[in-house]
């Protein structure tokens, strides 16, 4: 800890906490930030129905193996580890490891199958071992070559394993959920309520 009861590997900026692994990835790490978080969690659940699609042959891959092997799940940009936390309360027989870029703070003691590394996946996961499902959530923003990136993580799963992901589009909109088109510099500055506005005047 710091002298102001911060985490030594976490940075403040204009009071927001922040890792200091990668300045790729800009949002914070801090309570706020993980609140938003679990509830971008709970709203993917509830879309997906559960921890995963229904139909991406997760369930298989997890069940227990008769040659007493454990199945390995790899959480790439785990957050709060929310997502590893569940995943390895569900399987408790799948080993379940959480890499982030912050440390990771949950509210109590994970499942014993359950771990976190803090780490940049940009510098390569090879070191992590081999995984059998692989699950990188809302992370390409901070992904420095996705060629790389998307490489990396076909070289740490197994033949037959699955790679979930998920990102958002991020878009703008108005009142008639009508996309704004993109302003061009020498375009007039019309208002908020025409199909095309400058983005700046939505700040």
């Known amino acids: ?43 993917v659940i509830t879309m997906l129905g559960g921890l995963f699609p229904r139909n991406a042959g997760v369930e298989d891959i997890l069940a227990p193996r008769s040659n007493g092997s454990r199945p390995r799940v790899l959480d790439i940009g785990t957050g709060t580890g929310a997502w590893a936390v569940d995943v390895a309360i569900q399987y408790p027989y799948a080993e379940v490891v ?51 990136f998307f490489k990396d993580i076909s070289e740490v799963l197994n033949a037959g394993g699955v790679f979930l992901t998920l990102e958002v589009e991020i878009g703008m909109y108005n009142e008639s959920k009508v996309p704004f088109g993109i302003q061009q510099e020498d375009d007039p500055v019309l208002p908020l309520s025409s199909p095309r506005i400058p983005l700046y005047s939505l700040y």
Do not use: W
């Not at 800890?1 to 790490?29: I, Q």
């Not at 390569?124 to 060629?147: I, T, W």
């Open 98 to 148: 959480g890499l982030d870029l912050a440390p990771v703070k949950l509210g109590s003691t994970p499942p014993a199958n359950c771990t976190f590394i803090q780490g940049d996946a940009n510098a390569g996961m090879r070191s992590y071992g081999q995984f059998d499902v692989v699950h990188a959530r809302a992370v390409l923003q901070g992904v420095k070559d996705y060629a790389a």
């Open 1 to 43: 800890m710091d002298h102001d009861g911060n985490p030594g590997n976490l940075r403040e900026v204009e009071g927001r906490l922040f890792n200091t692994m990668s300045e790729r990835y800009m949002l914070p790490a801090d309570a706020p930030e993980h609140k938003r978080l679990d509830f971008q969690h709970q709203a």
